[in-house]
């Protein structure tokens, strides 16, 4: 019994049952996913909403998810697990207020109330990927872009999840799916309230080992994804049953499971000395890199430069908005996810517009898209920087390289597009959904190698402003002008028409050729930052293969 409980106890600090349990959260953190396709139609029938309402609203759940500066700032000063409570509270009681006013046990209340509950709601998945990604960066300083990806890709997997979820307890009112939003994913952060958590560790991690759990982490990731995508299609070319729809969620519940088998197996197959990474005989070649980081200050920095930070070092906010590093980072998030986010929001119409009836399948391969896209991004941004040091020994390119990478494989997507190639709806839909997802697995895996950890929950939740930036400025201004301009001149109306509806593939051509010139815009932004950060990354790993 001694020993079983010793190894229970092992297992509660073991860093790699954090990062599952980390991706359980986000699976139900993105709460906001729901709004559009579920909460929204129930709240529009049910209160006698117009469209312009209804937009308010959505208006609402959007700067709720963006505006993450209080929970930046209350990580860097508070537990994980306070961040995780708070946002918990702020889940529960805004989207309580919304069933209590949808179901009519509270008194139709005015839109502006309404406004702030779904705020409210959904700010709180801004507790909860903070608290992920701060604490799981913190137990993982040598894999931060794999560690950033994979939490990312379950928080954009969520609203899929959380569907799959609702539909087999086969809900007889749609009002339900607004009572499991407020009670799920609060319930879930609950119960890994105190697991969810930076963990100390004794030794190093060994590099061997380190690789085998993240390849296995990977095979759960691909398996979820493609079970998805095949459930999410055949659901809509297809009528299935309750019974099929129970069954596939249930088989979901047991793949989302599956991960724990990673630190459970290091812990009571392996034994308590390789869950604990001891030094048994194998080569440990990673290194923490805050530690590699010290020592780079003090062999190359002098007294007088170390009165403030550095790059590398740990930044504060308002000292990181001083540094030009910082913006060049922010504006080529700006470009390239606005990019992204304009043929996301318009999809449903370009896929009208181009006379594919059935958009669900191509929201539905998005979405798996940009799953993959944060997942393999984190892999490629981690892998890209320590490639070219193996080989050539003095050359180690920064992160944001990969970024680079990603935004020109977008241009070429989006120029795809605007040529109106074949299949031109299928290559935008996967590449831009990739190309988008990759952008948030390494920017703020370059943040936190730039700008450091101890302020990383501030730092990340000023970087994501980037994303209602974008979508304001690219899809809500430039791509539905554009739309407007060619729907009133193919009905031949003047500009005071109300909008009208566009077809071909003109409607949006033009939009994904200017996108295409943004993202070699924010390309070169992203080379940028690779040239000015090129010594800090050459130096980094120079000190970590000695």
């Not at 209340?109 to 701060?134: C, K, M, Q, R």
């Not at 991690?205 to 759960?220: M, N």
């Not at 290194?287 to 007088?304: A, C, F, G, Q, Y």
Request: proline content about 3%; aromatic content about 10%.
């Amino acid at each position: 019994m001694a020993l079983w409980r010793q190894k229970l106890e092992t297992l509660t600090n073991d860093r790699w049952l954090v990062f599952v349990c980390a991706m359980w959260i986000q699976s139900v953190a993105g709460v906001g996913y729901l709004f559009g396709g579920s909460m929204s139609p129930a709240i529009k029938t049910s209160l006698g909403y117009n469209q312009k309402q209804i937009g308010l609203l959505g208006v609402a759940k959007n700067l709720g998810d963006a505006i993450g500066f209080v929970s930046g700032a209350l990580s860097d000063v508070s537990p994980s697990w306070t961040v995780l409570l708070v946002g918990a509270a702020q889940n529960f009681v805004g989207y309580g207020v919304v069933w209590l006013v949808v179901t009519g046990q509270l008194p139709n209340l005015p839109l502006w109330i309404l406004f702030v509950a779904i705020f409210v709601g959904t700010n709180g998945e801004t507790y909860y990927n903070t608290a992920s990604l701060v604490s799981c960066i913190h137990n993982f300083p040598e894999s931060r872009g794999p560690v950033v990806g994979i939490l990312k890709g379950f928080s954009g997997l969520s609203g899929a999840i959380l569907t799959q979820v609702y539909l087999m307890f086969n809900p007889s009112h749609d009002s339900s799916v607004i009572l499991m939003v407020a009670l799920g994913p609060p319930l879930v952060v609950l119960a890994l309230l105190f697991v969810v958590r930076p963990v100390e560790r004794s030794c190093r991690a060994s590099s061997r080992s380190d690789d085998l759990r993240f390849l296995a982490i990977y095979g759960f990731c691909v398996v979820l994804a493609v079970y998805l995508l095949g459930v999410l299609v055949l659901r809509s070319l297809v009528d299935i049953t309750q019974t099929v729809t129970t069954a596939s969620g249930a088989i979901l519940v047991v793949l989302m499971v599956a991960p724990v088998l990673v630190p459970s197996a290091s812990v009571f197959l392996l034994g308590i000395n390789n869950a604990a990474l001891a030094k048994t005989g194998e080569e440990t070649t990673s290194v923490d890199l805050n530690e590699i980081k010290t020592l780079i200050e003090r062999s190359d920095i002098s007294p007088e430069k170390r009165r403030a930070p550095c790059i590398g070092e740990d930044f504060t906010l308002l000292q990181a908005l001083g540094q030009f590093d910082f913006w060049l980072i922010f504006m080529s998030l700006v470009l390239g996810v606005g990019s992204g986010i304009t043929v996301i929001d318009n999809l449903g119409q370009i896929c009208y517009s181009l006379a594919y009836s059935n958009a669900k399948v191509f929201v539905s391969l998005i979405s798996i898209s940009i799953f993959l896209g944060r997942v393999a991004g984190g892999y490629f941004s981690e892998l890209i920087i320590s490639t070219f040091f193996v080989f050539t020994r003095k050359l180690s390119l920064p992160r944001t390289m990969a970024m680079s990478a990603v935004q020109a494989i977008m241009s070429l997507g989006l120029i795809y597009y605007a040529i109106d190639w074949p299949g031109k709806i299928y290559v935008v839909t996967i590449v831009i959904g990739m190309g988008y997802g990759a952008h948030w697995a390494i920017a703020p895996a370059s943040v936190s190698d730039i700008f450091g950890l101890k302020c990383f929950g501030s730092l990340y939740n000023f970087q994501i402003t980037a994303l209602p930036i974008g979508s304001f400025v690219f899809s809500g201004v430039i791509a539905s002008n554009i739309y407007d301009y060619y729907a009133r001149k193919q009905a031949g109306t003047s500009p005071e028409t109300e909008s009208l509806t566009c077809t071909g593939s003109v409607c949006y051509s033009v939009t994904c050729g200017l996108m295409s010139v943004v993202c070699l815009m924010a390309m070169l932004l992203s080379l940028s930052v690779v040239y000015r950060t090129r010594t800090f990354y050459l130096r980094l790993h120079r000190v970590s293969k000695t």
